[in-house]
């Protein structure tokens, strides 16, 4: 999984507070994504973004879930008001420039979000 | 809902060959079958992607049947560090988005 980093690894809030998730894309890529897993579930979508725009955000809960991915600098997923059902593993993906279905997506290390 | 459809869980002897199915009997003429495999809690590892042609890198092998509506991938010589959760995905979403669907996976066990 080198190249695509996803810090922190482990993030720690209290309800009520935000968290901000960071990705940054393998060197090249300009299509990130970012997937949530529950233990012992696989991975759900979220959203895909390509540089300053969200492409498809059919994955994100309506409310208090929000992500950006900026000319410059990493990719945020930033969660607002954070409740207990939000721990989990925060993963983000990349693929190259004009990444079709041929360019796999390269998968972070994951941040694990724990809500206490 | 995932496009496909694997065993819950395999056992494979270390040094024999694992034979990993999947079903993706609805998948359109235009979509790739990937296949993913987690250890651990670590971030899903990408082995090896295909469209109709059978494909082979340093990983692994994949065989996809002729229809498409099934595929195969094979470790050659499972090791007990191939013992992981393997994930095939058929791409999805409409055009423009490249979304990964997950299944469940299938769990496999590759023992001493």
């Known amino acids: 999984n080198a190249g695509v980093m996803q810090n922190p690894r482990h993030l720690v809030r209290r309800r009520g507070q935000e968290a901000r998730l960071r990705c940054s894309p393998m060197?090249?890529?300009?299509?990130v994504y970012w997937y949530r897993q529950l233990p012992e579930e696989g991975l759900k979508f979220m959203v895909y973004l390509q540089k300053e725009n969200i492409i498809d955000e059919s994955g994100m809960p309506k409310e208090r879930f929000s992500a950006e991915f900026p000319k410059e600098g990493p990719s945020i997923l930033r969660i607002q008001q954070v409740v207990r059902g939000d721990s989990a593993a925060y993963f983000c993906a990349s693929s190259p420039i004009g990444g079709g279905q041929n360019q796999p997506q390269h998968f972070g290390d994951g941040t694990r979000l724990s809500i206490l | 809902d995932a496009k496909t459809t694997q065993p819950t869980s395999m056992d494979c002897a270390e040094g024999r060959a694992a034979n990993l199915p999947c079903n993706h009997s609805t998948i359109s003429g235009n979509e790739y079958v990937y296949w993913y495999r987690q250890i651990h809690s670590q971030g899903p590892q990408y082995i090896i992607h295909?469209?109709?042609n059978n494909e082979t890198n340093e990983m692994a092998s994949l065989i996809i049947t002729e229809d498409r509506k099934s595929s195969t991938l094979i470790l050659p010589h499972a090791t007990l560090r191939d013992t992981a959760v393997y994930y095939c995905?058929?791409?999805?979403?409409?055009?423009?988005?490249?979304?990964?669907?997950f299944g469940t996976g299938t769990r496999l066990k590759v023992l001493a």
């Open positions: 060197k090249g890529h300009s299509h």
């Open positions: 295909g469209l109709k």
């Open positions: 995905i058929v791409s999805a979403g409409t055009s423009g988005t490249y979304k990964y669907i």
